[in-house]
């Protein structure tokens, strides 16, 4: 069974990396930084916007490997949120979720 941690706490995405998809260029978030930790994404999996009141925001699921990660990217205010962490099997207690940590 999937472990899936809430967090819906504002992040600092510090790498982007950009896909052609035909004539649009996507932009993915590619690192992380989250309570004084990296993360970096290996994977990626959905990518879809979606409406919240007036707002549009932009939903990403994304991966290191060990952990799944759900992001939300507010096109309005320009603002990302660490909405929730799954498959987190080493999660530490005081901090809700695990990650490789990547000194910066």
Known sequence: ?????????????????FKNA???????PKKIEYDGQSVI???????????????MVHVFDMSDGQADYRLEFDAAQLSWTLMSV?????ASPDMGYAAPVVST
């Open 1 to 17: 069974m999937e472990n899936v941690v809430k967090i819906n706490k504002e992040i600092s995405v510090v790498a982007y990396y």
């Open 22 to 28: 035909g004539r649009r260029l996507k932009c993915f």
């Open 41 to 55: 994404f290996t994977d990626m999996g959905l990518r879809h916007p979606t409406q919240k009141g007036q707002r």
């Open 86 to 90: 799954a498959d987190t099997s080493q």
